[in-house]
């Protein structure tokens, strides 16, 4: 059979070439042309195998929903973020740093998912001594899980084909290459091909698949977001080496929410659930020490509590410093400007460090009231009263808005021992009484402030 021909196609614009180029002749981008197979007109019609003809268009009200079927993973954390489990037929794609512990995650998954049947677990990065030495640590028994170190996208596809497995992971995506490209295994040309490949061969067999993906330094999915686009499920696996603590989080999702988060700590033998994430991010806090505030994010349905630090101090040399860890820099920096018009402060000879304890990244407004008095009571040198929750979204303004779930927030709170929290005034309008808890409703920093500092 002769090769299939290699075209290279800009992912920018979409020009083809016949030769690799650096820049696109069409759209002149840089670095944007990509190796793909030439795939005959006569073959492209039936790619993906659908081979049936498709059924006409009908009336929703008569279609019947697909039958809700799942897998459990044995892993609570990512049956929630999954949606409830791993659905038969969809591939899901596990991204994160070096070391953060996807392999782990994943060797653990499968072991469970093979009290099923077969699993099969392909590893391009490590040999089966390596991962039988990983399983021992997990204290992973499973007949049904079969270890296969194959990065050789036919090679691979030939075992699933014969095994026949409930699930198949590929650890990692990018080490998997094909043949019928020249491209050298790891390129964007040849993570593409595999990865349409391995989803066109689940989606047919009604195959459950896992895909590993490492991220680049600017945590995207290497290759470009094309991985995302092929796969029904996109989850990230975050958190910073130096702590234990690692989260879950989906990007995409076509069979839940995309909101909900798994948190686990990396322990010695493997991955655990955290059951009460607040308690554990807050296990550490220093009490009475001014920079420090708690306040309540919401991650899909949970509230987890997490303590916010900020450091103020006098810059010694040049330009003052403003750094921000699991903060939005530019929203920190909004929140600085506000507390120097607003109130007064004189920032702007000082270094102004913010951080959320834990290795957490908070992405919700609702912690801008709480940064901004962190920032404040670490200026100011007076501490923020230790059982004191502040929640609240800061407008350019200085007006204190409401949030989302205010309730939720609050009951953790008061599991964790709370006696006071600060919310928005239209927030506390709306919410029932909380036992064991006193609740402030504010409507600008100025009355926040006046209550805390
Ligand atoms: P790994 O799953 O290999 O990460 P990834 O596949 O994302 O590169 O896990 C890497 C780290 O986790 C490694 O540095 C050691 C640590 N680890 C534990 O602390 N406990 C364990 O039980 C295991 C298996 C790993
Ligand atoms: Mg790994």
Known sequence: MAKPKSIFTCQSCGAQASRWLGRCPSCEEWNTLVEEREVPALKLKRAGGATKKAPPPQPIGELQAATEARYSSGIDELDRVLGGGVVPGSVILIGGDPGIGKSTLVLQALAHLSKRGPALYVSGEESPQQIKMRADRLGVKAPNLLVFSETHLEGILEQARAIEPVILAVDSVQTVFTEDLQATPGSIGQIRESAARIV?????????????????????????????????????????????????????????????????????????????????????RPVDVPGSVVIASVEGTRPILVELQALVSATALGTARRTTLGLDHNRVALLIAILEKKMGLQLGGHDIFVNVAGGVRIDEPAADLGALLAVASSFLDRTIDPQTLVIGEVGLAGEVRAVGQVEARVREAAKLGFSRCIVPESSRRQLPEVPKVAVDGVQSIQQAWDLLL
């Open 200 to 284: 066109n061969f689940a989606k047919r067999d009604d195959l459950a698949c896992i895909l590993v993906g490492h991220v680049t330094k600017e945590g995207a999915f290497a290759g470009p977001r094309v991985l995302e686009h092929m796969v029904d499920a996109a989850l990230y696996f975050e958190g910073d080496r130096g702590h234990p603590f690692r989260i879950l989080r989906a990007v995409k999702n076509r069979f839940g929410s995309t909101n909900e988060i798994g948190v686990f700590e990396m322990k010695q033998d493997g991955l655990q659930a955290v059951e009460n994430p607040s308690a554990l991010f807050l296990a550490e």
